[in-house]
């Protein structure tokens, strides 16, 4: 088992800068991938970016050049670095990790766990 818990939400303004930071703990001895989801109110859950055991990184074209994935030298811990947020940024940001090899980031269902989510806003 691996419990997952996010931090960094919050509201900020158009073109702002966040960081959201995700912690893994439990079965972290094991390789897993971990990886960004989101979640805006009335849609579906959207993979946001991923980050596999062996550092290789994938993004949305939505995110491309403005969000960066990061994760620590220990690999218990990964990072959401979100520059140039817009108003279609708003959603609950979920931490995501997956055992599955290939990552299959594009389906939310390939993940194996997720955590409780942190809520960003950018009003328009």
């Known amino acids: 088992q691996v419990q997952l818990m996010e931090s960094g939400g919050g509201m900020v303004q158009i073109g702002a800068s966040l960081r959201l930071s995700c912690t893994a703990s439990?079965?972290?001895?094991?390789?897993?991938?971990m990886g960004w989801y989101r979640q805006a109110p009335g849609k579906e859950r959207e993979f946001v970016a991923g980050i596999g055991w062996n550092g290789i990184t994938t993004y949305a074209d939505s995110v491309k050049d403005r969000f960066t994935i990061l994760r620590d030298n220990a690999k218990t811990s990964v990072y959401l670095q979100m520059n140039g947020l817009k108003p279609e940024d708003t959603a609950v940001y979920y931490c995501?990790?997956?055992?599955?090899?290939?990552?299959?980031?594009?389906?939310?269902?390939?993940?194996?766990?997720w955590g409780q989510g942190t809520l960003v806003t950018v009003p328009s």
């Open positions: 439990g079965r972290t001895e094991s390789h897993y991938g």
């Open positions: 995501a990790a997956t055992y599955s090899i290939p990552y299959r980031w594009y389906n939310a269902m390939a993940m194996d766990y």
